[in-house]
């Protein structure tokens, strides 16, 4: 069974960074496409990056060339830099596990708010 546990979400001022960890337990976290997603209240919850296990990666084209995804497999962790924050990044972030389009697990989730 797989487990997610975010960290690092916080307040930051517009233009800052921050960088959310995600560690996974159990086994298959190498082969798993690692996800996160953000979500504001009232509104459905969006895909903001992805990476495969062979570490090809997607991004929402509203972050595109400000947040990159990354993984380190042997920490089982999945990260996002967010840089050149702004008021809209504002939402809670989640992190997902999927394998073969199938959802396994999501994070509890962090809060990221940037102020002016």
């Known amino acids: 069974q797989v487990q997610l546990v975010e960290s690092g979400g916080g307040l930051v001022q517009v233009g800052g960074s921050l960088r959310l960890s995600c560690v996974s337990s159990g086994s298959t976290f190498s082969s798993n496409t690692m996800g996160w997603y953000r979500q504001a209240p009232g509104k459905q919850r969006e895909l903001v990056a992805r990476?495969?296990?062979?570490?090809?990666?997607n991004y929402a084209d509203s972050v595109k060339g400000r947040f990159t995804i990354s993984r380190d497999n042997a920490r089982k962790t999945v990260y996002l830099q967010m840089n050149s924050l702004k008021h809209v990044d504002t939402d809670v972030y989640y992190c997902?596990?999927?394998?073969?389009?199938?959802?396994?697990?999501w994070g509890q989730g962090t809060q990221v708010t940037v102020s002016s």
């Open positions: 990476i495969t296990m062979v570490g090809s990666t």
């Open positions: 997902a596990a999927k394998r073969s389009g199938l959802s396994l697990a």
